[in-house]
Each structure stands twice: as structure tokens, then as C-alpha cells.
């Protein structure tokens, strides 16, 4: 319907195009007659200068064609806030790395924001292939490059991590850099982490490259969407089309556009044939025999190339700017991460320090009254040690105020009695039931100290805030997901270990 409109449009704009023009002609025929009756030369006159009229007109009409039909396919230029928020951004992780002490994990995260840096300076255009291990990704590099840079097989998983390619594209000012990609939907723990590193891999293209080789199914339909409200620039490749006629080639293309309409632009919606299946030919031999010989049949990119090509000419100073701030985001946000794991595991290990010390010390002293005293010393110097992993400047009073806030929450709950005879129903059911009380209220005391550490760390990897409900809520919370089982077979376990270690451990002068 909407093609015969235009069609209709069209025929009536040349009708009224040739009217005007036959109507012009016609008067200045006109007028050059009656002229010709007073003045032969002034006839001669009106009629060069209605032409020369009509070709300044005609000039003047082509030249604002070409000029509109030139601000049609200008580039799109990149927002000069994207690429400032960029830069900042690049800053921001920079400042974040600085802080990971992992040397591994900051030598990795250092050379991804110079990637990201050299990549800003050298106009490198990222453009990730990406699908399902089946649908001939690595097959449509090797047609683009024009030589074999990647293994193909019919196996699931050939390409086991992300390869890189340069690639020329005409008309594009820049390198482009061509990455293969790990298969969608591979079975087994390995092809889940592959796949998590295609998707890591393709959040980071300026132009993404989704292979198929049927109608989408959910499992690619899936991650495309994902992608595509990420932000990423898709162009969604139809490959093998050797192998259908042509009637289901075009209803698949269709079926394609109409299910991925609002999310994919149809133009991006392209069958190629990037590694056609021989052809079979019949030659004749001078014997007269016959025999089948088949022919290796070139590839058919010619659309998808026109379209990359088209796509970065005109976009792809505004796909970069986007990409290089959407990059520079996820690199600080895993710079953080990281530094999180590694202050969580900091303050891990002092509550694990600080629960044996309340252990030991309420061990040795037999007066309740002092143990309660010994364990709120403990807990001050705990919680100071457990803001410092944090990077939480805490002085003295603010711990030591905070620190008796818990004592008097775990007193008014009635943790210490509740957790004293829960510990020691558990040491009556193992094989030193007979312990003494002071072992089970060293324990007890320690898991106290191991719930309210918990409960610090919590607080201070929230950022300073309780939740919902405050102190008092955040430690029942603490108390009802820790387990008393599972805590006491693990102190169990470190204290087998480091009695092995102080009695096993090799004398001076001896050999290990």
C-alpha cells in the first residue's frame, strides 16, 4: 500500500513537472512571434535570455538536490557531552584502579584503560561477531578478510576465546578491528564461562555482528535484546542463504524483520552466503564417461560489507564516542568490584583474627563479668580494623560507642544465653562433649564476635547504613543466616590446623 502511494506521488509530480515545462515553452514560443513582428533581434534577445533563465534555474535546483542529498548522508558527528563524559570517565576508573592491590588484577585492569585511551587517539572501530556456535561466525570472518584466520568445524566451541582481526573497509576513515567470538548455548560449565566472555566481549563492540543461520530463537533473541537496549549498534546477519530457495530465503528474511521490528532497523536485516557449499557439475570425459566434479562457489557479502561500510561512514564517530564511555563504565565498575572482594576478604580476615582472640581470652578468664569486659575491648579494636578495610577513617570514641551499642543489643536479645546453650547442645553431641566451660563459653563468645563482625561489615560495605530496622534488625538478620553448625565445624577445622601448625612446625636448625 505504501509503495503505490509513492508510486501514485511520483506520476503525478512528473505530470505537473512536464505541464509547467510545456506550458513555459509554449508562451515563450508565444512571445518570440509577437517580438519577431516589431524587432527580428529583439527576438532573437528574449529568446537566449530565456534560456539562459532556465539553465541558471536548472543549476540552481541541482545544486540544492546535491546539497540536501549531502546533509542527508552526513556523518552523524559525536555529542561533544559524550565524549567529555567519556574522558571523565576514563579518569574515574583511573583513580579507582589505583586502588586494587591485587598486582595481577591491576596489571589487567591498567592495560584495558590503555586500550580504551590508544583506541580514543587512533580511530580503532571495534566490530564483534557474534551468535550461536553453529551459524558460521568464524566462516563469515575468513569471507570478509579474504583469507582463513579462524578454525571452522561442525563442533560446538571451536572458537574458545575472543580473536581479533584487522580489516580494511572502504570509505571508513580508522582501523577496524574484526573480533571473533566463543558460541551462544554451549553445554557444559566451559561454554557457560564462554559465553559469558562472548557477551563481556560484545558489550564492548562499536558495531555488533549478530549471526544466524534460521529464524531467532529465544536463546539468541535473548542476549540480542539486551545488547541492543544496551546501546549496541546491531546488524543481524542471515548466513548460509546458499542453502534455502529462494521463496523461503525471502520468507525467513521476512519473518526476521517482522520479529525484530522496533529493536533492529530492517536496512540491518541482510542474507549473506559466507561459505556457499560446493556445486556439483557434470563434465564429460573424451571416453564418453560422465563424472560429478564440484566447483567451490565464492562468497556473498557484497550486501553486508556495503552496509558495515555505510553504517561506520556515517555513524561511527558517534558509535565510538558512545562505546568508549560505555567501556570506560564497565572498566571502573570492575576496577570496583574488585576493590570490594578485596576489602570484603581484608575484613574477613580480621573478624577471623578478633574471633579467636575473644575465644582465648574469654578461655582464660573465669570471671563472667570480666569475660563481658575483655570482649568489648575486643570488639572496639575489631571494629576500628574492620572500618579501616573499608577505607573508614574511625576514632577511638566512635568505636568504642558503636561497640557498646552492639554489647547492649546482643544483652537485650538475649544472644549470649541463647548462644551459650545452643553451643553447648553442639559440643554434647561431638566427640568432646566433655569439654569444660570454658571452652564453651570461649566459642560462644567467639561467635558472637563472628555474628557482630559480620554485621560491621555489612555496615560498612553498605556504605555506612544499617537497612531497614537499624542495628537491632541488622544483627537478627546476621544471627538467623549464620549457622551455628556450620560455624562451629569450621572453628573446629582452624583450630585442628593451627595446632598442627604450632606443634608440627619444624625446630630451628631442622628440615622442613
Not at 132 to 145: C, Q
Not at 229 to 257: E, M, Y
Not at 452 to 474: C, E, I, L, P, V
Request: charged share 25%; proline share 2%.
Amino acid at each position: 500500500m505504501q509503495k503505490s502511494r509513492v508510486v501514485i506521488g511520483v506520476c503525478l509530480l512528473m505530470a505537473f513537472v512536464f505541464g509547467t515545462t510545456a506550458w513555459l515553452v509554449a508562451s515563450v514560443g508565444d512571445l518570440h512571434d509577437r517580438l519577431a513582428k516589431v524587432s527580428p533581434a529583439l527576438a532573437v534577445g528574449f529568446v537566449g535570455f530565456a534560456i539562459a533563465a532556465a539553465g541558471l534555474c536548472g543549476f540552481a535546483a541541482a545544486r540544492l538536490m546535491w546539497t540536501l542529498g549531502r546533509k542527508e548522508r552526513a556523518p552523524v558527528k559525536a555529542p561533544d557531552d559524550v565524549v567529555q563524559a567519556a574522558d571523565v570517565q576514563v579518569d574515574k576508573a583511573e583513580g579507582v584502579i589505583a586502588r586494587v592491590a591485587d598486582s595481577k588484577a591491576r596489571e589487567r585492569l591498567t592495560t584495558e584503560l590503555e586500550t580504551i585511551r590508544s583506541d580514543r587517539r587512533q580511530r580503532r572501530f571495534h566490530v564483534v561477531v557474534f551468535g550461536t556456535g553453529s551459524a558460521g561466525k568464524t566462516s563469515l570472518i575468513n569471507a570478509l578478510l579474504g583469507r582463513e584466520v579462524g578454525k571452522t568445524d561442525v563442533l560446538l566451541g571451536t572458537t574458545r576465546q575472543g580473536e581479533n582481526h584487522s580489516y580494511e573497509v572502504e570509505d571508513v576513515d580508522g582501523t577496524v578491528i574484526l573480533t571473533d567470538t566463543p558460541g551462544l548455548s554451549e553445554i557444559g560449565d566451559a561454554g557457560a564461562s564462554r559465553e559469558a566472555q562472548a557477551r563481556d566481549l560484545a558489550a564492548r563492540a562499536d558495531l555488533l555482528l549478530f549471526v544466524v543461520d534460521h529464524d531467532v530463537i529465544r536463546s539468541e533473541f535473548e542476549p540480542m535484546l539486551a545488547l541492543v537496549k544496551q546501546g549496541k549498534r546491531s546488524i543481524v546477519v542471515l548466513n548460509k542463504k546458499d542453502r534455502f530457495v529462494d521463496a523461503d530465503r525471502d520468507a525467513i528474511l521476512s519473518k526476521l524483520r517482522e520479529r525484530l521490528g522496533g529493536v533492529i532497523n530492517p536496512k540491518d536485516v541482510i542474507a549473506v552466503s559466507a561459505a556457499p557449499r560446493a556445486l556439483a557439475v557434470r563434465v564429460e570425459r573424451p571416453d564418453g564417461s560422465v563424472e560429478i566434479e564440484y566447483e567451490a562457489e565464492e562468497a556473498d557479502l557484497g550486501p553486508l560489507r556495503d552496509r558495515i561500510s555505510a553504517v561506520l561512514d556515517r555513524e561511527g564517530d558517534a558509535l565510538r564516542a558512545g562505546n568508549l564511555l560505555l567501556r570506560a563504565h564497565l572498566l571502573s565498575k570492575s576496577a570496583q568490584d574488585q576493590v570490594s572482594v578485596e576489602r570484603d576478604k581484608k575484613a574477613q580476615a580480621v573478624i577471623d583474627k578478633f574471633q579467636w582472640i575473644t575465644a582465648g581470652t574469654v578461655f582464660t578468664n573465669p570471671i563472667p563479668a570480666l569475660d563481658l569486659m575483655a570482649t568489648g575491648a575486643v570488639q572496639y579494636q575489631m571494629i576500628s580494623e574492620i572500618a579501616s578495610s573499608y577505607g573508614v577513617e574511625m576514632n577511638t570514641a566512635h568505636a568504642r560507642m558503636v561497640g557498646t551499642q552492639m554489647i547492649q543489643m546482643l544483652l537485650k536479645l538475649g544472644m549470649v544465653e541463647a548462644t551459650t546453650s545452643l553451643i553447648a547442645g553442639l559440643f554434647k553431641s561431638t566427640l568432646i562433649g566433655y569439654a569444660a566451660g570454658g571452652a564453651v563459653q570461649g566459642v560462644s563468645m567467639a561467635y558472637l564476635t563472628h555474628i557482630s563482625g559480620q554485621t560491621f561489615k555489612d555496615y560498612f560495605r553498605s556504605g555506612q547504613n544499617w537497612g531497614d530496622g537499624g542495628m537491632q534488625a541488622a544483627l537478627v538478620r546476621q544471627f538467623d543466616l549464620t549457622s551455628r553448625t556450620e560455624f562451629l565445624g569450621e572453628f573446629a577445622k582452624q583450630a585442628l590446623i593451627r595446632v598442627k601448625a604450632h606443634y608440627l612446625k619444624p625446630k630451628e636448625g631442622q628440615k622442613a
